[in-house]
T-cell receptor
Framework: QKEVEQDPGPLSVPEGAIVSLNCTYSNSAFQYFMWYRQYSRKGPELLMYTYSSGNKEDGRFTAQVDKSSKYISLFIRDSQPSDSATYLCAMRAYTGGFKTIFGAGTRLFVKA | SAVISQKPSRDICQRGTSLTIQCQVDSQVTMMFWYRQQPGQSLTLIATANQGSEATYESGFVIDKFPISRPNLTFSTLTVSNMSPEDSSIYLC??????????FGEGSWLTVV
């Protein structure tokens, strides 16, 4: 079993839809949770970062962490064609040294 | 967040040759990392570049194949040695920033023919 599971998609939605992207994980030591957006032929760009459980909102983006269920989500409201990209979740734990694990990424297409 | 510049941004190389990728950060950072992202795959950590000492390699990566230098707190290089088509990948320089998050450069797209 992988430490972080993420559905690779692709996920195709119409413009204006609410998008839900999810990751599950198995290591309860993860404390820092991140979402990255990666456009084609570009490096990953940090979108959201949360520490421990709870919600965090930034504009059209909301990150949720449920540590009891080992489940994190990224919601995108009023999705735009410019949101079409691959979204990677990432998690970080301190286990004698920092360890970061990335999900496989979900490809999102927002159709105009 | 730090601004991370990588050179070259892309290259096509002959098998058996070596290529050095440079990473420049606009501020001093303690921890720098090199990742590989193969086509359609997620990010795999190659090594942590330690300033003034040998890099710390992850399982499956060795210094002879991926020598790394880190002469100061703003600069690092990764060399991909004796390249084969299997080395065709994106190589990403990254740093540990505020909040223990990782920031990436734009990547170096390498195609080995």
């Amino acid at each position: 079993q992988k430490e972080v599971e993420q559905d690779p998609g692709p996920l195709s939605v119409p413009e204006g839809a609410i998008v839900s992207l999810n990751c599950t994980y198995s290591n309860s030591a993860f404390q820092y949770f991140m979402w990255y957006r990666q456009y084609s032929r570009k490096g990953p760009e940090l979108l959201m970062y949360t520490y421990s459980s709870g919600n965090k909102e930034d504009g059209r983006f909301t990150a949720q962490v449920d540590k009891s269920s080992k489940y994190i989500s990224l919601f995108i409201r009023d999705s735009q064609p410019s949101d079409s990209a691959t979204y990677l979740c990432a998690m970080r734990a301190y286990t004698g040294g920092f360890k970061t694990i990335f999900g496989a990424g979900t490809r999102l297409f927002v159709k105009a | 967040s730090a601004v991370i510049s990588q050179k070259p941004s892309r290259d096509i190389c002959q098998r058996g040759t070596s290529l050095t990728i440079q990473c420049q950060v606009d501020s001093q950072v303690t921890m720098m990392f090199w990742y590989r992202q193969q086509p359609g795959q997620s990010l795999t950590l190659i090594a942590t570049a330690n300033q003034g000492s040998e890099a710390t390699y992850e399982s499956g990566f060795v210094i002879d194949k991926f020598p790394i230098s880190r002469p100061n707190l703003t600069f690092s290089t990764l060399t991909v040695s004796n390249m084969s088509p299997e080395d065709s990948s994106i190589y990403l320089c990254s740093v540990l920033g505020s909040g223990n998050t990782i920031y990436f450069g734009e990547g170096s797209w390498l195609t080995v023919v």
